[in-house]
């Protein structure tokens, strides 16, 4: 056996051993929590007692709005701004013929990326599935180059629920 060898073997029994005291010699230093100090349950009561004098004139028109209508589930994205400036026309039969999901919309910079059945693609990329190309993409729509016919079919935007 090398001295490099002895070495890392003295290393590791040397830690084994103390693994064995901490684990098996002090077993009660962890088994016991600490208990608050009287200093930190004081400042407690100070904390509660604050929020209940903020909270006991009742709550304010904003939160209760809040309050009533957390529950209730969006109708469409807030988060998402769509102006629809082109109609898409009736091509749900193409589309669904397709099996394209158009989910989603980054824009980073000049980039645009869309999320098509959850992957990203950029304008000009070939769909993984199909062999149909992305062309345009916009917020509310992609458009899709057939492979077959260079047909252009718009895909919009299917928000989730």
Do not use: C
């Not at 090398?2 to 103390?18: C, D, F, G, N, Q």
């Not at 407690?44 to 939160?63: M, Q, R, W, Y």
């Not at 980054?106 to 599935?129: C, D, T, V």
Request: proline content about 5%; charged content about 25%.
């Amino acid at each position: 056996m090398s001295k490099r060898e002895k070495i890392i073997l003295a290393v590791m029994a040397l830690t084994i051993v103390y693994g064995a005291y901490s684990f098996f010699a002090e077993p009660q230093r962890y088994a016991q929590m600490p208990s608050p100090t009287e200093s930190k349950l004081e400042a407690f009561h100070k904390f509660i007692s604050n929020v209940a004098n903020l909270t006991k004139d009742g709550l304010s028109e904003i939160d209760a709005y809040i309050i009533e209508h957390i529950s209730d589930q969006w109708t469409k994205d807030p988060l998402l701004n769509i102006t629809r400036d082109v109609k898409i026309g009736d091509q749900s039969e193409v589309i669904k013929s397709l099996d394209i999901i158009y989910t989603g919309y980054l824009e980073m910079g000049p980039k645009r990326m869309a999320i098509i059945n959850g992957m990203e693609y950029e304008s000009g990329e070939p769909l993984a599935k199909g062999g149909h190309r992305v062309g345009l993409i916009y917020p509310d729509r992609v458009v899709i180059v057939t492979r077959e016919s260079n047909q252009e079919v718009a895909v919009p935007l299917v928000e989730s629920q």
